[in-house]
């Protein structure tokens, strides 16, 4: 126990300032009431979702949890399931044999929500496209409010898509 | 010669590993394979390809490696019954192989036992394949879902808990079917293939330099090792060695991915048996290596930094300071942090004996890569097959005989260490220069060429076939999850549920690079 204090308080705070909102990232017009975005603000509950990716976004998700990032501390919290998410996190391009699955997913998530596409395939399909097999972009399969671009986006970016989707358009 | 058979005559390719190949019959496939299997040899992967242009039918193409090197087997097949023998009763590990290899291309492995389809779903119809030259994706896309025939346990309190597609963390999407009684797993069944997106179609439309980055999002984890393969076996085609700064680099480039992807997965293994501080920690020094990485070389986790024919990245005498230091830093702070994990009571009582696979089993199924390790397959290409820069640097392997949790954590911690001495023996030997890089543009008609690379979770192989015009007509990336996913489904038995999260992190299969 002793080592573990030690280390904790040689580490620090590493936590560093948030980006603001970004209005480019924005795909279509804030639905949602100032009341309600007030709410998530304050409490956000994210339900993340790979639909195809190649992991590398997930990569960066994950990154945004990390100590510099640290989602947790602005009220933003990665939740287990669809039922109990305000925003679905979407990453990939959208592989048919999850087409099922994102649809589902995105009508398991009680309104209002918001849905967040994270990297270049879930924004355009990227270097996969569509096929046989990709459906392509988030938005031929769901509506989404936001795009991240990047292969993978930063962390930065991540968040910042996600504080567009909760922000007022000014 | 690593096979000796009076049917097959093996020719030498001008390889970065030691490689051969030669064309088979189908009747000698078992004994060939037999041969292997009796030496202590394995199967690597297998893919097929449609050579209907070249005048041909249909070929199968099997790796298997030996203590000797690799050698790539060509089956060719008829066009009316591409039909060959299953033998995934000599290595179990080729059982989804076969399957995906009639799901993509209608080769079927007769007097098999396990004919159900893998890769496809209900994305196209049965009977349709796509990685036939004549497919026609428009008349065969269907949206009808169909039934995977789960293995039923019955029994008095059996009951199933279905898992996924969409799994409850930030993880990749794939179905899991435990069967069990309490909270004791008698039987789990992997369905995978969810994320297929159709990347081995993809190459076909693709010139030698978009190839290059799509192979390094086959699995986005292991970007480095894939772009490394895919450039090995294109530069194996071409007859062509990169500068020896180049290769340097690549090294130095595929040790940060492993370093980055311990250091992650060590966090998280902490925070999965409830210790968070374990994942607060790792991923402080993960960033600070995420960062150094776009600092120096301009992308966080090196994407597209390997080329065929060399690398598009360079580092200065300032750049490499900066990685003597990371190192330095990472090496004192891992081993306070080893220290932590190796004397908390609750971890070590978490991590001991938990998602055990015996050696024996191991080597049986054909466990491999870092997983393979922890229960004593002593396999790493960087040791046994060195291609250059590692001829030069002297690996060691880190292996471990008990094959639970405990073991793959000790691999990992091991494994990080011995990357941080490879990376400052590579800076001694990096030298400076403002050489242009030597890109590859274009490869030679009708070619064959093969790479492998030791990821940081196993082998990553890469074969790419050229056509009359020197195009890609069949590039196959094979990734090691395709062997050891099988092997989880075996180490959860007889674990609580509860320590399924905690086995599966500790292998960290890729779907992606599986489901392709």
Not at chain 2, 306 to 320: F, N, R, W, Y
């Amino acid at each position: 126990m002793y080592q573990i204090l030690k280390q904790i308080i040689k580490t620090g705070i590493k936590t560093e300032t948030p980006p603001q909102a970004d209005e480019g990232m924005r795909l279509i017009e804030q639905r949602l009431q100032q009341e309600i975005l007030d709410v998530f603000g304050g409490a956000l509950a994210i339900r993340q979702v790979d639909a195809g990716s190649c992991n590398g976004c997930e990569l960066e998700i994950h990154a945004v949890n990390n100590a510099y990032y640290n989602i947790e501390g602005l009220g933003i919290k990665f939740v287990a399931g669809p039922r109990h998410a305000d925003l679905l996190l979407v990453t990939g391009p959208v592989s048919r044999h999850m087409e099922v699955a994102l649809k589902r997913t995105y009508d398991a998530t009680p309104e209002p929500k918001l849905v967040v596409a994270i990297g270049d395939c879930a924004c355009d399909g990227g270097i996969f496209g569509e096929s046989y097999a990709s459906c392509g972009k988030v938005s031929n399969v769901i509506p989404v409010d936001v795009v991240v671009q990047g292969c993978p986006p930063t962390p930065i970016a991540i968040l910042q898509g996600i504080l567009t989707a909760i922000s007022a358009k000014k | 010669m690593p096979i000796k058979h009076p049917n097959l005559k093996l020719n030498r390719l001008t390889d970065a590993v030691p490689a051969w190949t030669g064309d088979i019959a189908p009747e000698y496939l078992h004994e060939i394979c037999q041969q292997v299997r009796d030496g202590g040899g394995r199967l690597v992967a297998l893919w097929g390809s449609d050579v209907r242009q070249q005048g041909g039918g249909f070929m199968l193409h099997i790796t298997l490696m030996n203590e000797s090197g690799l050698v790539c087997l060509n089956v060719p097949l008829p066009v009316e019954h591409p039909n060959y023998p299953d033998i995934s009763r000599i290595f179990p590990a080729a059982n989804r192989m076969q399957r995906a290899a009639y799901d993509l291309l209608g080769l079927y492995a007769h007097e098999g036992h396990d004919h159900r389809k893998w890769l496809r779903h209900g994305a196209w119809h049965s009977g349709s394949f796509p990685l036939r030259k004549d497919f026609d994706a428009a008349a065969s896309l269907t949206h009808e879902p169909e039934d995977y025939p789960f293995v039923q346990v019955e029994g008095q309190g059996v009951h199933e808990i279905p898992v996924g597609p969409v799994h409850a963390g930030i993880i990749e999407p794939g179905h899991f079917r435990f069967s069990i009684i309490g909270e004791r797993v008698l039987r789990l069944e992997q369905h995978l293939g969810y994320v297929h997106k159709g990347i081995e179609k993809r190459f076909e439309s693709m010139s030698l330099q978009q190839g290059a980055r799509l192979a390094g999002r086959v699995s986005g984890d292991s970007t480095v090792a894939y772009a490394w393969a895919y450039a090995m076996a294109a530069e194996c085609i071409a007859k062509v060695t990169p500068s020896s700064r180049a290769l340097w680099l690549r090294a130095l480039l595929l040790e940060r991915e492993r370093v980055a992807n311990h250091l992650g997965d060590l966090g998280y293994l902490g925070n999965d048996v409830a210790l968070s501080f374990g994942f607060a920690q790792f991923w402080i020094l993960k960033e600070q290596v995420l960062r150094n990485n776009a600092a120096l070389f301009g992308h966080r986790y090196l994407m597209d930094k390997i080329v065929p024919g060399s690398v598009t990245a360079s580092l200065d005498v300032e750049g490499k300071h900066i990685i003597e230091q990371e190192c330095d830093m990472l090496d004192e702070q891992v081993r306070i942090l080893r220290n932590i994990y190796d004397e908390h009571a609750g971890v070590q009582d978490r991590f001991i004996g938990t998602g055990r696979v015996e050696p024996k089993l191991a080597a049986q199924l054909g466990l491999c890569g870092m997983a393979g390790r922890a229960s004593a397959q002593a396999w790493d290409a960087r040791v046994q097959f060195a291609c250059a820069p590692y001829d030069k640097l002297d690996v060691k392997m880190a292996t471990y005989r008990n094959g639970d949790v405990a073991a793959r954590v000790i691999v990992r911690f091991d494994e990080l260490f011995e990357s941080l001495r490879l990376q400052r023996e590579i800076m001694v030997n990096l030298v400076h220069d403002n050489e242009a890089p030597t890109l590859l543009e274009k490869l030679p008609a009708n070619g064959f060429g093969i790479g492998l690379v030791e990821g940081w979770r196993g082998e990553v192989m890469v074969a790419i076939h050229t056509d009359a015009q020197g195009k890609l007509t069949r590039v196959h990336p094979h990734d090691p999850s395709w062997q050891n996913w099988p092997l989880l489904e075996h180490a959860v038995i007889d674990n609580i549920v509860p320590d399924f999260p905690l086995i599966n992190k500790s292998f960290n299969l890729s779907y992606s690079g599986q489901d392709l």
